[in-house]
């Protein structure tokens, strides 16, 4: 791993931690994010952030081995370009579901 990919893996990390820090003072439910725009928006923001770090770590080495790499990147596709078609339903099954396995592997990767 080259010193550019490990300071990218980084940013994805704290994008990571940021979202987590959001519901320190507030309950991570889904009515609470679909509320609350503010929170909507920095997630939205940190995922991009995660999805551009991917994309930066796969044009250096395509086969960098992240797991549903393509699928990140697309999602920040999604977001900065067809932002009118990202559904609360859609981000909210992300921080719950795959971000706690995304920030592991990374993890992983960092402190190999």
């Known amino acids: 791993m080259t010193e550019k990919q490990l300071k ?13 820090s959001y519901f320190q003072t507030e309950s991570k439910t889904y009515e609470n994010y679909k ?19 991917i994309n930066r770590i796969l044009k250096e ?3 960098f081995p992240i797991e549903n790499s393509l699928r990140i990147v ?8 067809g932002y009118d078609s990202v559904s609360d339903e859609n981000i909210w099954g992300i ?5 706690p396995k995304l920030k592991a592997e990374i993890d992983s990767m960092i402190n190999k």
């Open 61 to 63: 080495d395509p086969s």
């Open 35 to 53: 509320k609350n725009s503010l929170l909507k928006r920095a997630i939205e923001r940190n995922l991009e952030i995660i999805g551009e770090a």
């Open 74 to 81: 697309g999602l920040r596709n999604q977001i900065i370009h």
């Open 95 to 99: 921080v719950t579901i795959h971000l």
């Open 8 to 20: 990218l893996l980084y940013d994805v990390k704290l994008a990571i931690d940021d979202i987590e």
